[in-house]
């Protein structure tokens, strides 16, 4: 990490855009951040008070007294499903269309607050009748649609604490996530659509259960989606829609703590096995809410998008959560940005009169790709006049993508806000707020109001703007991590470490602040965990992948830089027998690359294998992953390699692509 000095491109907030925002200048912003530094619970509660609708009113904003286990705004109670949906009914939006469903096939639904909440409020009364209780966990292994929303919501009502498992991840993965969180009910569809193609769900079910482990789960509620024929295991499995006719669509929300867990998350640590990333209730929801409404400035009128999937943090946030919350309407699409083909966005955005667009670079690098070899997908084919914010999330946004994307999508006059954050933070940490900061390219800007972000060095003192860093939160924040679910010793440990003062919450990614805004840029992790496509995945957890084949004797997982993916993964595997070469070689790399897909699922597929007689090693026996990167980029190795046990296995390795 080495220091920016020159200040990049600064885009000035478009004075239009200013007039109207809801935090609209530089000033206002400062005025926020200090009077959160002034009176830091007192900020939160006021916010906490002016934006949730409580059943009872919280007395204390934070509680520090088991500090790194922070609680807010604890003996407080209300309920999420009522905030995102009873209250606008009462309010009078009862009708007003909270989301506008876009099939894979092209089938466009809308749905209204009202029938939003008497969807909810079936569901949550057939899963109380299947004898769910407040506290259970419920896995839900859905497609990207309504009724995955509506399962979601319908957990909150009830009390239980959903864990939303993403559908492109394996039957092994699906086993290991219902047994850790100890799930008594699955929901899930027969298949899922994506891209044209009609992909099993509910078989992986079966498969995961059959697995072992699972004696947790009661029942099994299906959504029908394609109509595919399906077996049912009698007595376990049962048609969602079945079970919710004999519903009435009034249910009372349970009214719970807002330290009461809405849900855990599992996501990919840099060792071991996946960590469920445990929320709460009320910090949880206000910092949703807070966010949509300052960082996206959602208005009454707007048409938000978010293109996330509810399987990862940003669905929960900003498509489950914050535009509910907020009383807006919302686009959720089931299909995939290239298909039919990669206009897909632009002609959605278009039709629906999208004004605020969400994505991540992965998407719109491919994006670029397409319209770059085919005029037909190119956005300028399209009506795009609706848009008047755009932004990103889950990787780091190069400068070109950046500048494209705000010229061709946003006709220059949109801002972007590049939004900075982690499934552990709930919600926006770093970002611009359209209507205050100017923008520079691959920046993230300022932290949040009421976010104490910083870049320190290992001892947890601030470094000097211009010099990298690791990225630190200083003081707790409502929305934060509040354990990992069955091991809150690994969340001391890996959020709260010694190191880094001991009273810092450690992000695990590095930063750099620029010399003369003060604008943050991140770098990337900092540990042992990669980013591909804006999807995290930890290293260790696909060498275990690996080392579970037979034939693999050792495996050494590494990132490398990608154009397209942001990082791509690299794989560096011993043989128990002899190195394969040639077609051998490759037929090999094949097997395993689908043993990491049946393992975990397709999304941590690694890029390249490469074989070798040996991993190198210190004298100690520690595989030297620092070497492993710069041959998996293609360079030459010029560190200093004397403490290798084994220095000629970097030419072997080097020579095997
Ligand atoms: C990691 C968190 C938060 C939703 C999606 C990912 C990287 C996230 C940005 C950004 C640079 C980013 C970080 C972070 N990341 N947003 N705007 N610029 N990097 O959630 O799976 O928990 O991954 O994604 O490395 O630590 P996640």
């Given at each position: 990490m080495s220091g920016t000095t020159q200040p990049a491109?600064?885009?000035?907030?478009?004075?239009?855009?200013?007039?109207?925002?809801?935090?609209?200048?530089?000033?206002?912003?400062?005025?926020?951040?200090?009077?959160?530094?002034?009176?830091?619970?007192?900020?939160w509660a006021k916010h906490a008070r002016d934006l949730l609708t409580w059943h009872k009113p919280f007395t204390k904003s934070l509680d520090e007294s088991q500090a790194p286990f922070f609680k807010w705004f604890e003996d407080g109670e209300l309920n999420a499903s009522y905030n995102c949906l009873d209250r606008h009914v009462e309010a009078g939006l009862g009708d007003k269309v909270a989301i506008i469903f876009e099939s894979d096939d092209g089938i466009v639904t809308k749905v209204t607050y009202k029938e939003l909440l008497g969807r909810v409020s079936r569901l949550a009364n057939a899963l109380k009748t299947q004898g769910v209780q407040k506290g259970d966990r419920v896995v839900l292994y859905l497609p990207m649609s309504v009724d995955g929303v509506i399962a979601m919501q319908a957990c909150a009502r009830i009390g239980a604490t959903h864990s939303v498992v993403f559908g492109g991840f394996s039957a092994q993965s699906l086993r290991d996530r219902i047994e850790d969180a100890g799930a008594v009910l699955v929901i899930t569809a027969d298949e899922q659509k994506r891209g044209g193609k009609n992909l099993p769900l509910k078989a992986i079910v079966d498969e995961a259960i059959a697995l072992g482990g699972c004696d947790s789960v009661k029942q099994v509620l299906v959504v029908r989606r394609t109509g595919g024929s399906i077996p049912f295991v009698e007595g376990r499995d049962a048609w969602l829609e079945d079970v919710c006719a004999k519903e009435s669509d009034v249910c009372a929300p349970e009214w719970v703590?807002?330290?009461?867990?809405?849900?855990?998350?599992?996501?990919?640590?840099?060792?071991?096995?996946?960590?469920?990333?445990?929320?709460?209730?009320?910090?949880?929801?206000?910092?949703?809410?807070?966010?949509?409404?300052w960082t996206f400035d959602l208005r009454p009128d707007d048409v938000f998008w978010c293109t996330a999937d509810i399987g990862w943090v940003t669905g929960h946030t900003y498509v489950t959560y914050g535009p509910l919350s907020c009383g807006g309407t919302q686009v959720v699409f089931e299909g995939v940005p290239t298909y039919p083909d990669a206009a897909r966005f632009w002609r959605m955005i278009e039709a629906h009169k999208v004004s605020i667009f969400y994505t991540a670079p992965t998407a719109i690098r491919a994006l670029i790709k397409?319209?770059?070899?085919?005029?037909?997908?190119?956005?300028?084919?399209?009506?795009l006049t609706s848009l008047r914010l755009l932004g990103t999330v889950g990787e780091p946004i190069n400068p070109a993508a950046w500048e494209w994307y705000h010229r061709e999508i946003g006709a220059g006059k949109c801002p972007i806000v590049d939004t900075f954050w982690q499934t552990e933070t709930g919600g926006h940490m770093i970002t611009p707020l359209p209507g205050a900061h100017a923008l520079t390219p691959g920046s993230c800007t300022l932290p949040f109001p009421g976010i104490d972000a910083a870049v320190v060095d290992e001892t947890g003192k601030e470094v000097p703007w211009g010099q990298g860093g690791v990225l630190v939160v200083r003081k707790p924040w409502p929305s934060m991590i509040r354990t990992i679910w069955n091991d809150p010793e690994r969340f001391k440990k890996s959020y709260y470490p010694a190191?880094?003062?001991?009273?810092?919450?450690?992000?695990?990614?590095?930063?750099?602040?620029?010399?003369?805004?003060?604008?943050?840029?991140?770098t990337g992790r900092i540990d042992d965990v990669l980013n591909v496509s804006g999807h995290r995945m930890g290293t260790m957890e696909i060498e275990s992948a690996l080392v579970s084949h037979p034939l693999v004797a050792?495996?050494?997982?590494?990132?490398?830089?990608?154009?397209?993916?942001?990082?791509a993964i690299c794989a560096f595997v011993v043989l128990k027998r002899s190195r394969p070469t040639g077609d051998e070689a490759k037929q090999l790399a094949t097997v395993l690359?689908?043993?990491?897909?049946?393992?975990?699922?397709?999304?941590?597929?690694?890029?390249?294998i490469r074989f070798g007689d040996n991993l190198p090693k210190t004298r100690s026996g520690k595989i030297m992953r620092r070497l492993l990167r710069v041959i998996a980029k293609g360079d030459a190795v010029t560190q200093d390699t004397s403490t290798l046990e084994n220095p000629a296995i970097l030419d072997q390795l080097a020579q095997s692509n």
């Open positions: 491109t600064l885009y000035p907030v478009p004075a239009e855009f200013a007039s109207q925002a809801r935090i609209g200048s530089r000033a206002a912003y400062d005025e926020l951040v200090a009077s959160a530094q002034a009176d830091y619970p007192g900020y703590s807002a330290e009461h867990p809405l849900f855990l998350l599992y996501t990919s640590g840099s060792t071991g096995k996946p960590k469920g990333v445990q929320h709460s209730t009320g910090g949880y929801l206000l910092h949703a809410t807070l966010t949509t409404q397409a319209a770059e070899t085919n005029a037909d997908v190119h956005p300028r084919q399209f009506n190191d880094y003062n001991g009273k810092y919450y450690l992000a695990g990614d590095g930063a750099i602040r620029d010399a003369e805004t003060g604008y943050f840029t991140i050792e495996a050494a997982v590494v990132g490398r830089p990608d154009d397209l993916t942001g990082e690359r689908n043993h990491v897909g049946t393992e975990i699922g397709p999304i941590a597929k690694p890029k390249d």
